[in-house]
T-cell receptor, first 115, second 110 residues
Framework: KQEVTQIPAALSVPEGENLVLNCSFT??????LQWFRQDPGKGLTSLLL?????REQTSGRLNASLDKSSGRSTLYIAASQPGDSATYLC??????????????FGTGTRLTIIP | DADVTQTPRNRITKTGKRIMLECSQT?????MYWYRQDPGLGLRLIYY???????NKGEISDGYSVSRQAQAKFSLSLESAIPNQTALYFC?????????FGAGTRLSVL
């Protein structure tokens, strides 16, 4: 059974700093890995999706990396802003005959950017 | 308008009551999902549907049922609510790798 872990559960950093969020998974046979952002009252928003053949994916100030062999992914946020405060979750799909969309989620890292 | 709409947004009910959570999507996707989120446990899959005639149990389906009324509508029912079903419930839809989520329904069972 795939298990996804995110440490730390909460993180506070001053505005402007670069930071890294971590995600680890136990079964390296994955199609892809997604990072989501969760804001209170607004559900989850997909930030980045890395295919298993990729090592990195970038969107603006966000950069996600994937190391399948070690079962790890990181989400790098550059020049953090108060608006980045949210809970960040990673998720990997369960490989099955029906495709790769049944997601297993980590428990998330609650990020607070201090102005 | 949101791509995925969940109603109600908040609900308080009593043990033993039947309750339905509704979800509709405007993405035109075939695939829809119901998750619940509990503190410290992340999101867990309750049911998923790959089209109107294809409904499958997820990780934690006991105590829940679903109905896929149309491509755009997927409802979740608690036949007899119990307190440990108090959670945040999310509906999602996908047409490929990315899932699009609704804003969630916060359910409290007293």
């Amino acid at each position: 059974k795939q298990e996804v872990t995110q440490i730390p559960a909460a993180l506070s950093v001053p505005e402007g700093e670069n930071l890294v969020l971590n995600c680890s998974f136990t079964d390296s046979a994955i199609y892809n890995l997604q990072w989501f952002r969760q804001d209170p009252g607004k559900g989850l928003t997909s930030l980045l999706l890395i295919q298993s053949s990729q090592r990195e994916q970038t969107s603006g100030r966000l950069n996600a990396s994937l190391d399948k062999s070690s079962g790890r992914s990181t989400l790098y946020i550059a020049a953090s802003q108060p608006g980045d405060s949210a809970t960040y979750l990673c998720a990997v799909p369960l490989i099955s005959n029906f495709g790769n969309e049944k997601l297993t989620f980590g428990t998330g890292t609650r990020l607070t950017i201090i102005p | 308008d949101a791509d995925v709409t969940q109603t109600p947004r908040n609900r308080i009910t009593k043990t033993g009551k039947r309750i339905m959570l509704e979800c509709s999507q405007t993405k035109g996707h075939d695939r829809m999902y119901w998750y619940r989120q509990d503190p410290g446990l992340g999101l867990r899959l309750i049911y998923y549907s790959f089209d109107v005639k294809d409904i499958n149990k997820g990780e934690i389906s006991d105590g829940y049922s679903v109905s896929r009324q149309a491509q755009a509508k997927f409802s979740l029912s608690l036949e007899s609510a119990i307190p440990n079903q108090t959670a945040l419930y999310f509906c999602a839809t996908s047409g490929g790798d990315i899932q699009y989520f609704g804003a969630g329904t916060r359910l409290s069972v007293l």
